[in-house]
């Protein structure tokens, strides 16, 4: 390594906290992704279980508190560390998998940095959402250290206890803010959306939990947005396909239908759908493209038989269709619904 690059290796962060980003760490407390590899034996030092509990990664700054520079500078000549950053390291030479950018991302910018919104919320479990940006969360006065590529540093003025997850590795906020944050930093409404919905339907998140972080933050973007779908969800809407539904039903002026209303079919078997008009027994179903799994097929296909022979309207619609042909998704719902007897 030459000697430009190794004045990069030794740039070290000033400031530092306790636990795991002063190197100061035991078995307790490793994430469930390093409780997958090999646990090191009980002879292993502070060393080995820094990286174990840190993926394999590790800062200058710690690295310097367990080896010599020497011996810091042999390793990643012999290719046994390789530098990520200006002051992070890998303990391999092998690809970066999706839980070292993260530690790579926090080390980097600095002892208050903390995993946020979207990168939070897929450490706490969140599925469905692959996005390879890791989104950090600092406080609004610090300044941060240069970051790698591919992470997004936001700032913020508020971030009580209540919000940051005591033990995470690595630190990161906590489910409904995390949460709420990626929601407000989404893309477009549509993915904002998508996210709140998915947090409930995977039990991230539940009941007044969104509410609560959106009452403490008063500058929030979409934070109507983040409630209504929080509402819906909560109250039963299971889908992004259903929240598009029930926005047009309400746009529309028609009567709101209950969300996943039980019913059991000819077999026995417990049913919901998707969305039900009770008082005029007209059922809407939202297919998304599962439904064309032929399997999935024959299973709606004999929920609907079952419907229309107790008497109910039954009404599908694909969910590209609210989104490309919203009018004509109102048009028959209305049409169904005067047949029915709705005199709205």
Known sequence: MGAGSFQDLF???RGRRTGARSGKVGAVGASWAALRRAVPGDDADELTWLLFRQEDVISLVQAQEHLTRKAIRHRVATGRWRQV????????????????????????????????????????????????????????????????????????????????????????????????????????????????????????VGGDDLQEVVDRMPRLRRRRLILTTATDVAGGAHSLGELDLLSLIRRAGLPEPTRQK???????????????????????????????????AWADMRRQNDLWAEGDRVLRFPSWALRTHPETVMTQLRAALHAAGWRG
């Open 262 to 296: 039980v019913r059991r079919d000819a077999a026995g078997r417990r049913r919901y759908l998707d969305a039900y008009f009770e008082e005029w027994r007209v059922h809407v179903e939202v297919d998304g493209g599962q439904h064309l799994d032929p399997a999935h």
């Open 11 to 13: 740039f070290v962060h």
């Open 85 to 204: 950053h200006r002051a992070v390291l890998v303990a391999h030479s092998g690809p970066i998998a999706a839980a070292q950018l993260r530690w790579i991302a926090v080390l980097a910018a600095g002892p208050t940095a903390l995993l946020g919104g979207l990168t939070a919320a897929q450490a706490g479990g969140l599925r469905g959402f692959p996005d390879r940006v890791v989104h950090l969360l600092l406080p609004a006065a610090v300044r941060r250290a240069p970051l790698p590529t591919g992470v997004r540093a936001h700032r913020t003025s508020h971030l009580p206890d209540r919000d940051v997850v005591p033990l995470g590795q690595p630190p990161r906020t906590a489910a409904a803010r995390s949460i709420v944050d990626a929601a407000q930093w989404a893309l477009n409404d549509a993915q904002a959306r998508a996210v709140v919905a998915a947090a409930f339907q995977q039990r991230l």
